[in-house]
């Protein structure tokens, strides 16, 4: 069976700080996919990226930059220069490919001025 | 615009009442999806269909029925049968549920408190 772990659960920055959120899974498959969602407090998720398990390029996206590695099964999220709008609950997830995600239980960000 | 649309945002019931939550999408999405969040928890799938009149069960579908009538269109209802239905309901979409290849888009959820 497929798990996500989002071993941070709250993490507190101030402003202009960088941050790493970390996600770790567990699969026997080799194809799969690993996601990236926010949620901010309005309770909608909303996506940020998409990766599968045949692309370990980094990904970078103005602030937030993404780092994948097979190796230690890990699909980490950085922001660069932190901002109060990035305060949010974000989720990573993962999809082996019978259309179901399974998702960690979240790192709370909190980003103060 | 495109998007999901769940009514409504706030959703008061009373313990031993079956309640419905809609979730309509003008997306043209095949797959639709239902998740339950508790606080401090992840995302849990309740029921998905990948097609019209065509669903499973997710991981926690005890208490909860789905239906599919419409390809826009997946209401759920949480049944007197579910024994802590209070939680925060998120529906989602996606192009097709080929395992991945396609990203969920969520609506704004509804959040569901029985007393």
């Known amino acids: 069976a497929q798990k996500v772990t989002q071993a941070q659960t709250e993490i507190s920055v101030v402003e202009k700080e960088d941050v790493t959120l970390d996600c770790v899974y567990e699969?026997?498959?080799?194809?799969?996919?690993l996601f990236w969602y926010k949620q901010p407090p309005s309770g909608e998720l909303v996506f940020l990226i998409r990766r599968n398990s045949f692309d370990e390029q980094n990904e970078i996206s103005g602030r937030y930059s993404w780092n994948f590695q097979k190796s230690t099964s890990s699909f980490n999220f950085t922001i660069t220069a932190s901002q109060v709008v990035d305060s949010a609950v974000y989720f990573c997830?993962?999809?082996?490919?019978?259309?179901?995600?399974?998702f960690g239980k979240g790192t709370m960000l909190l980003v103060s001025p | 615009d495109g998007g999901i649309t769940q009514s409504p945002k706030y959703l008061f019931r009373k313990e031993g009442q079956n309640v419905t939550l809609s979730c309509e999408q003008n997306l043209n999405h095949d797959a639709m999806y239902w998740y339950r969040q508790d606080p401090g928890q992840g995302l849990r799938l309740i029921y998905y269909s990948q097609i019209v009149n065509d669903f499973q069960k997710g991981d926690i579908a005890e208490g909860y029925s789905v239906s599919r009538e419409k390809k826009e269109s997946f209401p759920l209802t949480v049944t007197s049968a579910q024994k802590n239905p209070t939680a925060f309901y998120l529906c989602?979409?996606?192009?097709?549920?080929?395992?991945?290849?396609?990203?969920?888009?969520f609506g704004p959820g509804t959040r569901l408190t029985v007393t």
């Open positions: 997830a993962f999809d082996s490919g019978y259309s179901t995600l399974t």
């Open positions: 699969t026997r498959d080799t194809t799969y996919y």
């Open positions: 989602a979409s996606s192009a097709e549920s080929t395992g991945g290849r396609y990203e969920q888009y």
